[in-house]
């Protein structure tokens, strides 16, 4: 049977065994299956009973079989792929301990006396819960449950609420460390590292955007975001912003010792001296004494003589709820981009963190982390059964010869590059409004990484000139802004149900699809910087 009939056949029967409500890892390997029989041996189609006499039935275990085992073997025991359950894990210790409320608290301490500042406390804290994990349905369901009922207390415009909480509540697609990202590493080879570095502008300028878009929404309409009436001792205006400096200045004083005593005891141990063919240990060589020396110096200035200590006091009490996320985030990415660890050992290193928060902090109990095992299990169940369905379903059809097909009509269309492009934003953006992102990087990205790469580079974006190198890194950051669109978009658009299950009965769905258009809006915004200027995702790089 030709490929040509092939793609179609699985085409429609993919969608047919999702209409009627199979499961997507099932339904991608029947058809995987249903397309090696179509490809290699067809007459068990037309002649069942002639079953034995083709290539996959003559001899189990060798020819397209073994290449596709082989195939979903490699992918299920890359070393890689254990990181993915320990960040939930830890994604899970962090929903059901106290460090998030204590964030929520501390956030707006600082911000609740702006325009519009629990709805941008709800953007921040977003951020930084991605950035500790890279899980996006504990983000929602989170955020639903500390700020959703706050913000409607206080009278804030349901959809601005609604639509916040799910836009921001899904930026773990996004900023590092995103398990997008590592799926899709691990599927295209492309260096994770190096995702996560390039994903870092694209992914704070989305959240940049949601804020800005906030404060705009609210300035020009007042009567969506009422500020809350000031309590009686709470510090107004400058000295507001004093207390804040304070506190600032303990974090700096407390990172820049922490970095002063790392170089000290490696070169006490002389584990840092300079070697040619040796890369140097990141932040860690003798003259990095001086710098981090003088800083803690400087912060430690500030604290006594220019805001005092009573001061620094209260407003460590005020912003204290912010350090346990912090040393988190430098635990995790610290650990990666200081060259300490790879990606498995630092989402190990995040779990042990945030088990020692909680011990520190009197929360840890056996049904903490119970509980927290079993929705890892869950979790990680419905992923790796996903990832075999669909790995088993893209390896079938690239034996076949379809990613060549397909790149083959699609190049063939005669049309412009950046059309080309804008096409598969298109199909992505269909995909990810009726599929799981596991099973689109899975059976999209193969077949259209390659016809990427077969595009003209100086023909891709309108500004810059994206370096050959980069194209894999800059089309995987694309793809998961793709996705961080497809978490808000009807009619599954999974940040909609994950809000349902804590919200109000008076909020339905369609009210919270109705408060997500304007940040879908602000998505495709940021998805068209990316495509005119391609260099944002190489500025770190």
């Not at 609210?218 to 809350?228: K, S």
């Amino acid at each position: 049977m030709d490929i040509g009939t092939i793609s179609l056949v699985l085409l429609v029967g993919l969608l047919v065994l999702l209409a009627i409500g199979m499961p997507l890892g099932l339904a991608s390997a029947v058809m995987a299956v249903a397309v090696l029989v179509m490809k290699f041996e067809p007459a068990l189609i037309a002649d069942p009973l002639s079953f034995g006499d083709g290539l996959l039935t003559r001899k189990f275990g060798t020819g397209p079989l073994n290449i596709l085992a082989q195939k979903i073997y490699g992918l299920l025991t890359d070393y890689v792929l254990i990181s993915i359950p320990l960040f939930i894990f830890m994604a899970a210790l962090l929903e059901r301990s106290g460090i998030a409320k204590g964030m929520y608290t501390s956030l707006n301490v600082w911000l609740s006396g702006v325009r519009g500042g629990i709805a941008i406390v709800t953007s921040v804290m977003a951020v930084i819960m991605a950035a500790m994990s890279g899980i996006i349905g504990g983000e929602v369901v989170l955020l639903g449950l500390i700020a959703l009922p706050q913000m409607l207390r206080l009278g804030y415009n349901q959809n601005l609420a609604i639509g916040t909480i799910c836009a921001s509540g899904s930026l773990g697609t996004m900023i590092p460390p995103s398990i997008v990202l590592i799926i899709y590493g691990l599927i295209t080879e492309t260096s994770i590292k190096a995702l996560f570095t390039g994903a870092f502008v694209p992914g704070f300028m989305l959240a940049m955007m949601f804020i800005l878009y906030i404060i705009v929404r609210t300035q020009m309409n007042p009567e969506q975001a009422p500020l809350p009436k000031p309590k009686p001792g709470d510090p107004q205006g400058a000295e507001k912003w004093a207390l804040f400096g304070a506190f600032l200045s303990i974090i700096v004083a407390g990172f820049s010792f922490a970095l002063f005593l790392r170089v000290v005891f490696f070169t006490l141990a002389g584990q840092n001296v300079y070697e040619e063919g040796v890369d140097a240990i990141a932040y860690g060589t003798p003259d990095y004494i001086p710098w981090f020396g003088g800083l803690t110096a400087i912060a430690l200035g500030l604290i006594v003589f220019a805001f005092g200590i009573e001061r620094a006091r209260t407003g460590w009490n005020m912003g204290k709820g912010l350090v346990a996320p912090i040393v988190v985030i430098g635990v995790v990415l610290g650990s990666i981009y200081g060259g300490i660890s790879g990606i498995t050992e630092a989402a190990g290193m995040g779990v042990v963190a945030v088990l020692i928060i909680s011990v520190f902090r009197g929360e840890a109990s056996f049904d903490l982390v119970w509980e927290s095992l079993m929705r890892t299990l869950k979790s990680t169940g419905t992923i790796i059964w996903v990832t075999i369905g669909a790995a088993a379903l893209a390896g079938a059809y690239t034996i076949a010869g379809g990613p060549q097909y397909v790149a083959d009509l699609i190049v063939g269309l005669d049309m412009p590059t950046m059309g080309i492009l804008l096409m598969m934003m298109l199909i992505l953006l269909f995909m990810g409004a009726f599929m799981d992102w596991v099973g689109i990087v899975l059976l999209i990205i193969p077949v259209f990484l390659p016809i990427v790469q077969r595009l003209p580079i100086e023909e891709i974006g309108l500004i810059g000139q994206l370096e050959p190198r980069y194209l894999s890194v800059w089309f995987g950051v694309l793809f998961c802004m793709n996705m961080q669109v497809s978490f808000l978009s009807p009619p599954f658009g999974p940040a909609a149900f994950y809000l349902k299950s804590v919200a109000p009965a008076h909020i339905s769905l369609t009210d919270i699809f109705k408060g997500f258009l304007p940040f879908i809006c602000v998505q495709l915004l940021a998805l068209a910087v990316m495509l005119i200027w391609p260099n944002i995702v190489t500025l770190l790089l």
